[in-house]
Each structure stands twice: as C-alpha cells, then as structure tokens.
C-alpha cells in the first residue's frame, strides 16, 4: 500500500486533459480505482496509459450544467459502488485585457473554472460524506492571488475556486472531508510549449509533479490538512 490510495475511488474532472490524465494516471499507479470526467468525448481505451486500462471514462459530461454533473456522479457511484475523492482538474484559461476584451469573458471564466467545481463539489457531496474520509483536491492558480496583464477574467475566476475551497473546507470540517486547492504555476503542457515557444519550459512545474501533491493530499497522512491553498510553481 502506499500513500493509503489501494481500492480508493478518485473522480477526476477534465480527466482527459493535460494536467488531469497525468495525475489519473499517477492516482492508478498508486492502486486508486479512478474515474475520468471530461466535457469531450472519452478516449479510445488504446489511446490511455496502461494503468487506466481499467479506469471508468465519462465523456460528454458539461459541469457548467448542474444536472449533468448530478447525472454524471450517481452514475459513477452506481457503477463503482463509493466516491472517496474529487480532483476537480476541469478548467480554461483565456488571456484578454480589459479595454479590448468582453463582460462575457467573464462569465464564461467563471462558468469553466468556478462553476464546474462547483457543481461537481455538490454531486459528489453525499458519496463524499459516506466515504467517510472523503476528499476534495481543486486545480486553483498563482494567478488567483494577483493578476497580471490580460489576466483579470482568469484570475478573478482561479480567485473564485480559492474561495470555494475555503468556504467547503469550513462547511466539511465536522463531517471528516478535507476541501484543499492547489495553485499551479505555469504547468509544463503541449499547449503553454505552443503557446510560449521561447520560454524556458526546464523551469515549469511538471504535471506528474502536481499530481504527486495530489496524492499527498488524497492520503491518510493529509488528514489534518484542510482549507489549504498550496502553491506548486516549479521553479519559476
Ligand atoms: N496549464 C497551465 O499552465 C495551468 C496553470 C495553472 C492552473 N491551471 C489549471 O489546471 C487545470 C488543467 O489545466 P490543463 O493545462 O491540463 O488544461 P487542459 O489540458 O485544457 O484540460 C482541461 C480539461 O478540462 C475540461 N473541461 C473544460 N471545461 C469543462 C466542462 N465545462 N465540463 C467538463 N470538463 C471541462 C476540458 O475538456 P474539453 O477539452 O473537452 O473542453 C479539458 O479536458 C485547469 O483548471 C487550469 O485552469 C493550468
């Protein structure tokens, strides 16, 4: 056994992304039985690392939308039997600055980031409370405690999940679920390498490295660990 993960139940939100399959994997490899929630379609079993061979992949799941989300989660629960934890990884970004920019980018950050935590912090609730030990792990940002340029829509979003996390984290402490939020620096994804060509990609944090604090988190040892907002940057 080890970080205490063996025959846990994971749900992962924007599982089939960048960060959120590295850490379904990482999760898999240390005997957590993983479910992978996406907005897109599921991938081809063939196309997912070995470890999530037998990880339970729901495509076409919106989290903007709350009936979805409550869909998704008792679906989940029925065919795996319990929910011990939630990694919340679903999310956007979307760089615009204020003068050029649209109030719609606003609501549609908050929608992608804030919402769909949300939405499937309070699907999962109930099989969380039963599990007895129950976790919730969201996918917060640095950018969510100060913005840079072209960042306030994002930022203020990434400000929101930091809010939720604190807020649940109060709300769960009598019923044994911890609520934390990690704050990730640049993450070093195909996209940002696309996106930021010149840039010095050995100083970015790496998505495995993410998810191993996730595990962290998920452990028995991070029990006394709640409302936390964690950085993890790399080295940048
Ligand atoms: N990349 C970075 O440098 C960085 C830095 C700090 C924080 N973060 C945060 O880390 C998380 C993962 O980032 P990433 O780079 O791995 O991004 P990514 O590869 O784009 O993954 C995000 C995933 O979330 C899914 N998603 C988006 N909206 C959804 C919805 N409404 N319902 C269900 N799933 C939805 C996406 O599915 P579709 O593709 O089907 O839409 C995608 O698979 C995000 O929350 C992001 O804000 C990233």
Same mark, same amino acid.
């Given at each position: 056994?080890?970080?205490?993960?063996?025959?846990?139940?994971?749900?992962?939100?924007?599982?089939?992304?960048?960060?959120?399959? @590295?850490?379904?994997? &990482?999760?898999?490899?240390?005997?957590? =039985? #993983?479910?992978? /929630? %996406?907005? +897109? *379609?599921?991938?081809? $079993?063939?196309?997912?690392?070995?470890?999530?061979?037998?990880?339970?992949?729901?495509?076409?799941?919106?989290?903007?939308?709350?009936?979805?989300?409550?869909?998704?989660?008792?679906?989940?629960?029925?065919?795996?039997?319990?929910?011990?934890?939630?990694?919340?990884?679903?999310?956007?970004?979307?760089?615009?600055?204020?003068?050029?920019?649209?109030?719609?980018?606003?609501?549609?950050?908050?929608?992608?980031?804030?919402?769909?935590?949300?939405?499937?912090?309070?699907? @999962?609730?109930?099989? &969380?409370?039963?599990?007895?030990?129950? =976790? #919730?792990?969201? /996918? %917060?940002? +640095? *950018?969510?405690?100060? $913005?840079?340029?072209?960042?306030?829509?994002?930022?203020?979003?990434?400000?929101?999940?930091?809010?939720?996390?604190?807020?649940?984290?109060?709300?769960?402490?009598?019923?044994?679920?911890?609520?934390?939020?990690?704050?990730?620096?640049?993450?070093?994804?195909?996209?940002?390498?696309?996106?930021?060509?010149?840039?010095?990609?050995?100083?970015?944090?790496?998505?495995?490295?993410?998810?191993?604090?996730?595990?962290?988190?998920?452990?028995?040892?991070?029990?006394?660990?709640?409302?936390?907002?964690?950085?993890?940057?790399?080295?940048?």
């Amino acid at each position: 056994m080890e970080n205490g993960l063996n025959g846990k139940v994971v749900a992962v939100t924007g599982g089939f992304g960048s960060l959120g399959l @590295a850490t379904a994997q &990482l999760l898999a490899e240390r005997g957590a =039985r #993983v479910a992978l /929630i %996406g907005r +897109g *379609a599921a991938p081809e $079993a063939a196309a997912l690392p070995a470890e999530l061979a037998n990880a339970l992949c729901m495509g076409g799941v919106d989290l903007v939308d709350a009936k979805a989300a409550q869909t998704a989660f008792g679906a989940l629960q029925e065919k795996l039997g319990a929910l011990d934890a939630l990694v919340n990884v679903a999310g956007a970004f979307r760089w615009e600055t204020v003068g050029d920019g649209d109030a719609h980018t606003w609501d549609s950050m908050f929608d992608l980031n804030v919402k769909t935590a949300l939405n499937a912090s309070k699907a @999962a609730l109930p099989h &969380l409370v039963q599990s007895g030990a129950g =976790r #919730v792990v969201n /996918i %917060g940002a +640095g *950018a969510g405690l100060k $913005a840079g340029l072209g960042m306030g829509a994002y930022s203020a979003s990434k400000a929101g999940v930091a809010r939720l996390t604190e807020a649940l984290a109060e709300e769960l402490k009598d019923k044994g679920v911890t609520v934390n939020a990690i704050l990730p620096g640049i993450i070093d994804t195909p996209q940002n390498r696309a996106d930021m060509p010149g840039a010095d990609f050995t100083r970015w944090v790496q998505p495995r490295e993410i998810a191993t604090v996730i595990a962290f988190l998920l452990g028995e040892d991070a029990q006394a660990i709640t409302g936390a907002l964690i950085p993890v940057n790399g080295r940048m």
